[in-house]
């Protein structure tokens, strides 16, 4: 059985930081691909950030130069370090696995973790 189980998300004031856990388990987590999504109130779940199973990274413009993707394969984890924290960054938080390999798409998501950026 697949697992995906997000951890880390809070209350924090604008400027702070936060760091995201998504730790995994049922899956080959090395060969997968990453992502960080996003859905605040009343809008479309967005991505945020992905790692390849090589480590290439990518982010969205929103959040470049602020928040950090990494995994480690060891521990089946991937982390989403959040800095400089706006309001705007307010929003559930899901982590996403994604593998295609001959021919078969596999994706799997968290239940969410809800982050908020208040003052």
């Known amino acids: 059985q697949v697992q995906l189980v997000e951890s880390g998300g809070g209350l924090v004031q604008p400027g702070e930081s936060l760091k995201l856990s998504c730790t995994t388990s049922?899956?080959?987590?090395?060969?997968?691909?990453m992502p960080w999504y996003r859905q605040a109130p009343g809008k479309q779940r967005e991505s945020v950030a992905r790692?390849?199973?090589?480590?290439?990274?990518y982010y969205a413009d929103s959040v470049k130069g602020r928040f950090t993707i990494s995994r480690d394969n060891a521990k089946n984890t991937v982390y989403l370090q959040m800095n400089s924290l706006k309001p705007e960054d307010t929003a559930v938080y899901y982590c996403n696995s994604r593998r295609r390999l001959l021919g078969r798409f596999d994706d799997y998501w968290g239940q969410g973790t809800q982050v908020t950026v208040s003052s």
């Open positions: 049922g899956i080959s987590f090395s060969s997968y691909v």
């Open positions: 790692i390849t199973s090589n480590g290439s990274t």
